[in-house]
């Protein structure tokens, strides 16, 4: 069984560009991001990373630390790095996991148990390892989304989901399609109309199931 919603992610002890470190300490109180890849020097991995180091301002905003994870080794990452701060134009000051052993990938379910890296291996022998994991302060896996290695991702889309992820943990609100910080949420079905009028104060009941108040964020 693979890593799913709510569990609790495992506690390895990885090897990075920055030292060995406890995946459960360097969660510690805060949020994290682990965002993976399947080979270092890559294209579409490249700009992904720089969007990660551009974005280092908005992690700290939102209390949030972010990790990488390549199949490489430290070596190749600290040269990699130099790359991505070229393209991004910003500092890659997060750490990479070199998880040349699949250890991570495996734990995380973006390999199967029996997957290996041959010599002479390219991307596409990791090819699924290019997901995106949202970790709570509990250690606990409250988003994932994996991407194909043609497509970069969206991190104006991951900072929206680590906002509405906050928002609902912090407010107890559930947010609908396409939300944005600062605009109305939903009230969850769990909650009374009465309760919601104490909580939120006026609420809009667009369906039965369906009732919307100001967002308190």
């Known amino acids: ?70 199949v490489d080794g430290v070596e190749d990452h600290k040269k990699w790095k130099g790359d991505i701060e070229t393209v991004a134009g910003a500092k890659a000051g997060f750490p990479i996991i070199a998880d040349i052993g699949l250890e991570v990938s495996k734990a995380f379910d973006m390999l199967p148990a029996e997957a290996y890296l041959p010599d002479g291996r390219t991307p596409a022998d990791s090819a699924t390892v290019r997901s995106v994991f949202i970790i709570g302060p509990d250690k606990q896996l409250k988003l994932s989304m994996t991407y194909p290695m043609t497509v970069g991702r969206n991190f104006a889309e991951i900072v929206r989901a680590l906002d509405a992820l906050q928002a609902s943990a912090e407010h107890g609100i559930a947010t609908p399609a396409n939300w944005t910080s600062g605009e109305d949420v939903i009230i969850p079905a769990s909650v009374s109309d009465a309760d919601a009028k104490e909580k939120f104060g006026e609420f809009e009941t667009v369906l039965p199931y369906l009732r919307k108040a100001k967002s308190p964020v």
């Open 1 to 70: 069984m693979g890593l799913r919603i709510n569990d609790t992610i495992p506690d390895l002890t990885v090897e990075t560009d920055q030292g060995s470190i406890s995946l459960h300490e360097f969660v510690g109180d805060s949020w994290a991001i682990l965002f993976s890849h399947p080979k270092d020097f890559t294209p579409v991995c490249t700009t992904e990373f720089g969007a990660v180091a551009q974005l280092a301002d908005e992690w700290a905003k939102r209390g949030t630390k972010v990790i990488g994870v390549s």
